[in-house]
């Protein structure tokens, strides 16, 4: 989990930096601190980046966007993120409700500075984190996430059918059980996500979600999976199948 801190006051936001950190530490969470402020790098790294992430953002940014419509912003890469208000403008709450960001929490500035007084309301906020991180890590299904240009795509295995590589192109072409997606990505790289289920990564052009597979000709070389596809291999290659199978008999 990627942790932001983001106040353009800096004496603030080092303090900030230091104190929740040390709870974070406390609570053993597993994170990254980002060195990110600025909501244009903030939004860069989400981007580039994968989530739940948590965010501690003082309403009153004097930037381009203020912390209310960076978190709204932030909510198109990050839907599942943990928003933390960190504000002296109490007033503003009905605000930040209004624009559906979603808060987590609010920590008053009014006891910045006052460790006796500040740190139990970061360590509040850090104990529904920890236990909303709990839920969400129990429930959450394997999926697929993938960067390619402006498109952001994730997909859960379980609909995976295949994926095929693309010839003489850096491209693969994903069937899912309800419609195919073409991206800019290397199929290796691809299936370096694809090892939750039953993915069958041997072939060098495809992935094959096994869970799919309605019939094996080992003869011809044909699959047949569930979508109604028929992909055919050389006999060669369709004996790497065949082997697997014969491992799990």
Known sequence: MKVFISDDQEQQRLWLNDIITKQLDALHFNYELVSAWQPADVLAAVKNGGGPNL???????????????????????????????????????????????????????????????????????????????????RSAEPTLTLRSGALLL??????????????????????????SYVVHKNLNTIKQQLTAMRFFNEFQSYALNLEHVIT???????????NRDHLTFSRGTIKKLKAYYQTQE
């Open 55 to 137: 965010y501690f953002l003082d309403i009153v940014l004097q930037r381009e966007i203020n912390g209310i419509q960076l978190a709204s912003k932030i909510r198109d890469y990050d839907p599942d993120g943990f928003v933390v208000y960190v504000t002296i403008r109490d007033d503003m709450m009905p605000e930040t409700l209004s624009a559906m960001t979603t808060p987590t929490g609010f920590i008053s500035k009014a006891n910045m500075f006052d460790e006796t007084k500040f740190v139990p309301q970061v360590q509040q906020v850090l104990e529904v984190v920890k236990k909303r991180l709990v839920t969400l890590e």
């Open 154 to 179: 994730t997909l859960k295995l379980k609909d995976i059918v295949y994926c095929e590589k693309v010839h003489g192109l850096r491209t693969t072409r994903i069937v899912t059980t309800s419609q």
């Open 216 to 226: 094996v000709d080992f003869n011809k070389g044909v699959i047949s999976m569930d």
